[in-house]
């Protein structure tokens, strides 16, 4: 990225407060991302768990597969699904407070008793898939904050802070060559002087 500059003490001046401040923001921005990818390693870790969970509950009950087929799937439904935003690195996560669900009336009487336990089974199960779902979209939002995060270090780190320097030793070069000048043109001058003074 080339930074467009001018050869004077003022666009020095303000090329050394940005260069300043991208240097001072650098650390921060390395700890978030640092701190980002630790948390998409744990939700990452949190969905593997969960896909297991639910494979290991799901072989659990594939004893009463040839029940499932009687079983009524509409006695039980999602009622709603209560959840709060908890801000992870700067980032704001979804977080699983509850899953509340709505049983649908029916005669225990008239129904196969396993009917309870089946209901028990399809909460457990819908419960673990909302929650999986939940760690899910938190691996996804902190991984892409994690890639714009390693997006801004390398920007600061590679391009712009090495950009700012080199503005910056060029204006300095520049500056001190006028000044150079302007002392050997004034030396010249003045010997110049001293010459026809001595002539006179």
Same mark, same amino acid.
């Given at each position: 990225?080339?930074?467009?500059?001018?050869? $004077?003490k @003022?666009?020095?001046?303000?090329?050394?407060?940005? /260069?300043?401040?991208?240097?001072?923001? /650098?650390?921060?921005? %390395?700890?978030?991302?640092?701190?980002?990818? +630790?948390?998409?390693?744990?939700a990452k870790d949190?969905?593997?768990?969960? $896909?297991?969970?639910?494979?290991? @509950?799901?072989?659990?009950?594939?004893?009463?597969?040839?029940?499932?087929? #009687? &079983?009524?799937?509409?006695? +039980?439904?999602?009622?709603?699904?209560?959840?709060?935003?908890? %801000?992870?690195?700067?980032?704001?996560?979804?977080?699983? =407070?509850? +899953?509340?669900?709505?049983?649908?009336?029916?005669?225990? &009487?008239?129904?196969?008793?396993w009917?309870? =336990?089946?209901?028990?089974?399809?909460?457990? /199960?819908? #419960?673990?898939?909302?929650?999986?779902?939940?760690? $899910?979209?938190?691996?996804?939002?902190? =991984?892409?904050?994690?890639?714009?995060? @390693?997006?801004? +270090?390398?920007l600061?780190?590679?391009?712009?802070?090495?950009?700012?320097?080199?503005?910056?030793?060029?204006i300095?070069r520049? /500056?001190?060559?006028?000044? $150079?000048?302007? %002392?050997?043109?004034?030396?010249?001058?003045?010997?110049?002087? #001293? @010459?026809?003074?001595?002539?006179?």
């Amino acid at each position: 990225m080339a930074i467009n500059f001018q050869y $004077n003490k @003022t666009a020095l001046q303000g090329l050394e407060k940005q /260069l300043k401040v991208r240097v001072k923001a /650098l650390p921060t921005i %390395k700890n978030k991302e640092s701190a980002l990818r +630790v948390e998409v390693k744990k939700a990452k870790d949190e969905v593997k768990r969960l $896909n297991k969970l639910l494979e290991e @509950t799901i072989e659990e009950y594939d004893s009463m597969m040839a029940l499932w087929g #009687e &079983f009524d799937v509409s006695l +039980v439904r999602v009622k709603d699904v209560k959840m709060s935003v908890k %801000k992870i690195a700067g980032v704001q996560t979804p977080i699983l =407070d509850g +899953v509340e669900f709505e049983i649908a009336q029916f005669s225990v &009487f008239s129904k196969p008793k396993w009917f309870l =336990d089946g209901i028990k089974v399809v909460k457990e /199960l819908a #419960e673990i898939g909302i929650e999986q779902e939940f760690f $899910n979209q938190k691996m996804i939002l902190l =991984d892409h904050a994690r890639k714009k995060t @390693t997006q801004k +270090v390398n920007l600061f780190e590679k391009v712009q802070i090495p950009g700012y320097e080199d503005a910056i030793r060029k204006i300095k070069r520049f /500056l001190e060559d006028k000044e $150079n000048l302007s %002392k050997s043109a004034q030396k010249i001058v003045k010997s110049r002087q #001293e @010459t026809r003074e001595v002539e006179s």
